[in-house]
């Protein structure tokens, strides 16, 4: 799913002008999402997350590079001398000697991880010439050299020769680590934009029945006042609590809104090519929310053990395992 397939298909199934703009809990348009959905559209559209999946890939790559320092090494080389010279003394053999040289040169170095090398080399040289005083016409040079060279103190073997590659994996694992990071924490505030909403909502609910009651009230105190049963005090005193609660209101239908912008804030992103026009009259279209309130299990809560969770976190959580990897990068660093 790209940045804006999730918003725009959402947009087709709701489109503005058959949704309400009124937020309110009761209000059946809307776009109804459970907290697997808001989850599912933050993961997938999340700019940052995406990013650090990016990054993530370039260090498994790094380090799978790293290791291409112990791969072996052929090198040929090919050469044509054609060289034509005129005699200075009568020893040269010829007026003019001239000489054809082919040469070919092969080495083949093959490092090891214990910081040794074995090395293989090839040379060859054929060299034709004119001079009279040549044993040959053609002269012909053939060698192979082999060695191979091992450290036994400084610089050798594999826990000192591997150090980069070792640490290449460190840090494709605290990449790894980061990236679990943005997603636990990505998910855990969705979630808390989720539930926050439908606290707000809930809350509006609540004020909106509570300012139907107090409306309800300021009716009978004026007909008491009409029939002669009621006082203006009674009056008075019900129009300000109405007053008061509209106030209420009006505060929570601003933390439902702020709510609702903060969870698409967080689940959707708009692409360079989208309509701002459609783009805003999609975002003024409430969420609401479908998942229920969770019951609490007060069993499961009483046998929690906070020494076992605090021993369990310690040992999952990514911030930590980040920091442990620096150390174990920092370890390496002193061995070079």
């Known amino acids: 799913m790209n940045v804006t397939s999730s918003a725009l298909a959402l947009f087709a199934l709701f489109p503005p002008g058959a949704l309400a703009q009124d937020p309110a809990p009761l209000e059946p348009a809307g776009m109804p999402l459970s907290l697997q959905d808001v989850v599912g559209l933050a993961l997938d559209n999340n700019i940052g997350l995406r990013i650090d ?44 000697v001239e000489s054809d040289t082919l040469g070919l040169n092969a080495q083949l170095q093959v490092p090891f991880r214990s910081g040794g090398r074995f090395d293989m080399g090839y040379d060859h040289s054929n060299t034709a010439t004119n001079s009279t005083f040549s044993i040959d016409d053609t002269i012909t040079n053939s060698s192979i050299s082999l060695s191979y060279t091992q450290p036994l103190l400084r610089g050798a073997w594999s826990g000192y020769n591997t150090v980069e590659q070792q640490k290449a994996e460190l840090r494709w694992r605290q990449a790894q680590a980061r990236h679990r990071e943005l997603r636990i924490n990505l998910i855990r505030d969705v979630s808390q934009s989720y539930w926050d909403l439908v606290a707000t909502r809930e809350a509006l609910a609540v004020q909106t ?116 990897l620096d150390i174990e990068i920092s370890e390496l660093d002193l061995l070079k």
Do not use: C
């Not at 291409?68 to 053999?93: C, V």
């Not at 689940?267 to 989208?274: C, L, W, Y």
């Open 209 to 324: 029945e509570t300012v139907a009651l107090g409306e309800k009230q300021l009716a009978q105190n004026e007909r008491r006042l009409e029939v002669g049963v009621g006082t203006e005090v009674e009056v008075l005193q019900a129009e300000t609590n109405v007053a008061t609660q509209m106030e209420v209101l009006l505060r929570s239908q601003t933390s439902v809104r702020a709510a609702d912008d903060a969870l698409k804030a967080l689940i959707f992103a708009r692409a360079e090519g989208d309509d701002w026009q459609a783009w805003f009259d999609w975002w003024d279209e409430p969420i609401l929310p479908t998942t229920p309130l969770p019951e609490a299990d007060l069993e499961a809560l009483s046998m929690l053990d906070w020494a076992s969770s605090l021993g369990t976190a310690l040992s999952k959580r990514p911030e930590l395992e980040q920091r442990r």
């Open 53 to 96: 999946a990016n990054a993530e890939e370039v260090q498994y790559y790094t380090h799978l590079g790293s290791w291409g320092s112990f791969d072996p090494l052929l090198s040929i080389t090919g050469s044509y001398t054609d060289s034509q010279q005129p005699a200075t003394t009568s020893l040269a053999g010829a007026s003019v």
